[in-house]
């Protein structure tokens, strides 16, 4: 994992933790919530400016193709059995 994806992860945790902490504050100093909400855009930019500067996210894995796979051809279906008897009537 590079560390844009670790920010990524961290994100709604942090914001998760950041709210039990701010109604904690409401419940118990003269803080009331509606004066302390604007905290979580603060922490929801700066973890996305973190994300940013830390680099894209990785590419996507793409598995390899399969053997025998010709880019271009679509798709062939097998050629028929060769008949090892001869005709039959």
């Known amino acids: 994992m590079n560390s844009s994806a670790i920010i990524q992860a961290a994100r709604g945790p942090l914001m998760l933790i950041t709210l039990g902490a701010l109604i904690a504050i409401d419940y118990n100093t003269h803080f009331k919530f509606h004066q302390t909400w604007p905290v979580l ?3 929801f930019g700066i973890l996305k400016l973190m994300e940013r500067m830390a680099g894209p996210p990785p590419a996507p894995y793409t598995p390899p193709p399969p053997p025998g796979y010709q880019p271009g051809a ?3 279906p097998p050629p ?4 090892q008897g001869g005709t039959q009537s």
């Open 80 to 83: 028929p059995p060769h008949d």
């Open 74 to 76: 679509g798709f062939q």
């Open 41 to 43: 855009i603060i922490l």
